[in-house]
């Protein structure tokens, strides 16, 4: 079985049996380890109010661009870079041919994001080789409907360190529930922290809070990580929700990041 199928597979059957649960310790060790930290930057809102918009650090200046796998039906985290801080955007996504609006800062490749090259995947170490030529700092804007994590893993630390800021959302959290999904998740969680800190979270309320023995772990959560270096840690309290935090779908149930994340 591929990394592909593998993935794909624990996203389908989590959730679905007991036999194989995690254990609520290990489940505490994971939310305590990813906690937002305090950092030293404020934060602020690039790309407007709901689905889309994202809270990253106050620390944009010099980066050179962003890539954003994943086209929507709005464009405005990237219509905002472009705008306040002249950042370019390169765009992938093989469902659209283009993305929703013209700007002369946006790049698009007709591609999902994956862990091979053909003509309708790429892989994120070749996406940022070939449209990079310096050592300038960039963004990763990321929601892939749960490609997330096979890109991740099979991406080297080093293109991950060319990024300063990083907002991914990360589906179907609700499988870390299964033991077996759990070590996935974790060793996904664990790459990224080598060198990046969480520094916010936000649940998406297009999806529903799961408990499960009074661990509350939303479907889909979106984590904005800065890279270590520019980290300076803080023993500022951090409350939830920010209160530039919006929900992403207006019409559904609001879901706020269960205190146990946070507290």
């Given at each position: ?8 597979q ?40 709901g689905?889309g ?30 705008d ?9 996504d ?9 700007n ?53 630390k ?5 990024f300063?800021?990083m ?5 179907s ?9 759990f070590?996935?998740?974790?060793a996904?969680?664990?790459?990224l ?13 297009s ?57």
């Amino acid at each position: 079985m591929n990394l592909r199928d593998l993935v794909r597979q624990l996203l389908l059957t989590s959730g679905k049996s007991f036999a194989d649960a995690t254990d609520i310790k290990d489940l505490e060790r994971f939310i305590k380890k990813f906690r937002p930290k305090s950092v030293g930057k404020k934060l602020i809102r690039i790309g407007g109010k709901g689905d889309g918009g994202y809270l990253l650090p106050d620390d944009l200046s010099d980066i050179s661009a962003c890539f954003s796998p994943g086209v929507d039906v709005t464009s405005t985290f990237e219509e905002e870079l472009a705008d306040r801080y002249s950042i370019k955007s390169f765009m992938a996504d093989f469902s659209v041919d283009k993305p929703p609006i013209v700007n002369k800062f946006f790049h698009f490749d007709k591609k999902f994001l994956g862990n091979k090259n053909d003509e309708k995947f790429i892989r994120l170490e070749d996406w940022v080789k070939d449209n990079t030529n310096d050592n300038s700092d960039l963004i990763l804007q990321m929601d892939i409907e749960g490609a997330e994590y096979e890109v991740i893993i099979d991406t080297p630390k080093d293109v991950f360190k060319k990024f300063r800021i990083m907002a991914i959302e990360f589906h179907s959290l609700d499988m870390l529930f299964n033991k077996n999904a759990f070590k996935m998740v974790e060793a996904v969680f664990d790459k990224l922290s080598v060198d990046f800190t969480v520094v916010h979270i936000h649940p998406n309320n297009s999806r529903p809070i799961i408990n499960i023995n009074s661990i509350d772990i939303p479907e889909l959560l979106e984590f904005t990580f800065l890279r270590n270096d520019r980290v300076e840690m803080s023993d500022k309290k951090l409350r939830f929700p920010h209160e530039l935090d919006e929900q992403c779908v207006p019409h559904r149930p609001s879901r706020h990041l269960p205190k146990c994340w946070w507290n």
